[in-house]
């Protein structure tokens, strides 16, 4: 007994030995970058809650473009604008694909926008532009749907009284609404429970993106699929989108097609008659939802996007608010290269104008109706990011004192 536990370890230890000498081997060939462990990778390196800062740091080590490893698949990461822009740019038919990695294929099952690559994006990507352009993007029809909603988002802050308020629900109703006015064709009371728990739903998904959670799943999917965890309920969560949606164009289905289509639905619908197919991919659910991974042939890039956004080359101070950065001399307002929150390339956000037209209505609107100050007593609010899918800012709370 003795004799085969001993040499089951030996085995243990030089199959550790080999998949370490392998994975020096393909590090060899690939940018600098932190020791690859066997499975693990360089899963010790990372700090998931300030993964964007550790990336920066690693990046001062090993310079801008170096490599991580998710179990034994590297990930070249990008940073600084300049590499990032170039990648974005000039090689954007290689960086445009997405890994087919586990987590992924379970989340979308290789259909939609966000999470496809090659035909399937090409084809829906394609579509989704048309019909937001057919749907009065950029034209009056969707701005006048915008200016509804910042209306009722006013008259929320504005019963508020100059009350303490925490501004993120009501605004993230709001902007959730324009999007439901584009694929489902009407808006949600705030009081909507149905609605709330949509917005829940994609919350947690966009807090808990990127989590060690998705990393272990694409490394350990086998084992994973048994075990509770903040995975499941990421799926959960998906799922409850994706049957939102799926709800929503049943009740298209049963009204009949309009002779316009009004709506994302309809034009799918619409789409789907011509072209026969059975069944109706699920964008519209994953509309709402976005990534950053790219991968060009097997090896994951990523463009740390972010890095852009600080990169102290371009911005006088990157980590601080400062309208200077978009203003030249004279006061008059510049667009600065360097601006990549919307990314670049074949991926960028296929949603930007309507996004900033949002932000320019919400804003204008928000700031010419009220003055914005911190309660009493509170002296600073924390301005620092907190990392899931997508920055966000700490919960605070201001008040709205009308002007
Ligand atoms: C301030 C608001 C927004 C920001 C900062 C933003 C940012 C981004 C970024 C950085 C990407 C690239 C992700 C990648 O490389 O995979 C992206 C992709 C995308 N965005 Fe946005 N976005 C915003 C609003 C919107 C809105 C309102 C929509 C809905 C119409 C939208 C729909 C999409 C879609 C469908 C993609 C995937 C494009 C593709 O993979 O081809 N975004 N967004």
Avoid at 6 to 35: D, N, Y
Avoid at 336 to 356: N, T
Wanted: with cysteine; glycine share 6%; charged share 20%.
């Amino acid at each position: 007994m003795l004799v085969i536990s001993e040499v089951l370890v030996a085995l243990l230890i030089s199959l550790f030995v080999v998949q370490f000498l392998k994975l020096k081997w393909a590090c060899s060939r690939l940018p600098p970058g932190p020791t690859p462990l066997p499975l693990i990778g360089t899963i010790w390196q990372m700090d998931f809650k300030r993964q964007h800062e550790i990336l920066i740091k690693l990046a001062q080590i090993y310079g801008n473009i170096f490599t991580l490893w998710i179990g034994h698949i590297p990930v070249i990461i990008l940073n600084g604008f300049t590499a990032v822009k170039d990648s974005l740019t000039v090689h954007s038919e290689d960086v445009s694909g997405r890994p087919a990695t586990p987590f992924f294929q379970k989340m979308a099952g290789g259909k939609g926008i966000i999470f496809t690559s090659g035909h399937t994006w090409k084809q829906q990507r394609r579509f989704g532009l048309m019909t937001l352009r057919n749907l009065g993007l950029g034209k009056k029809g969707l701005e006048h749907r915008i200016q509804e909603e910042a209306r009722q988002l006013l008259e929320y802050f504005m019963n508020e009284r100059g009350d303490p308020l925490d501004p993120s629900f009501p605004i993230v109703h709001s902007v959730s609404n324009v999007i439901a006015a584009v694929v489902f064709g009407h808006r949600f009371s705030i009081e909507d429970k149905d609605f709330h728990q949509l917005i829940e739903n994609n919350n947690y998904l966009t807090k808990q993106g990127s989590s060690i959670s998705e990393l272990l799943y694409d490394i350990f999917s086998w084992l994973m699929d048994h075990l509770p965890g903040t995975h499941q309920k990421i799926f959960h969560c998906h799922e409850f989108l994706r049957s939102f949606a799926r709800k929503e164009v049943r009740s298209h289905q049963e009204r009949g097609s309009p002779d316009e289509p009004q709506d994302f639905i309809d034009f799918y619908l619409a789409q789907i008659d011509k072209a026969q197919k059975p069944q109706l991919p699920p964008c519209a659910g994953q509309c709402l939802i976005w990534w950053l991974t790219q991968t060009s042939k097997g090896t994951i890039i990523l463009p740390n996007l972010i890095s852009a956004l600080l990169d102290p080359e371009h911005w006088e101070t990157p980590r601080q608010f400062n309208p200077n950065h978009f203003l030249d001399q004279d006061g008059n307002f510049v667009n600065k290269e360097a601006f990549l929150a919307f990314s670049a390339g074949h991926r960028v956000c296929l949603g930007e104008q309507l996004a900033r037209t949002e932000l320019f209505i919400f804003f204008t609107n928000l700031l010419r109706a009220f003055t914005f100050r911190l309660p009493e007593g509170v002296k600073e609010i924390n301005t620092e990011s907190m990392l899931g899918g997508f920055l966000q800012p700490h919960p605070y709370k201001i008040c709205a004192v009308p002007r």
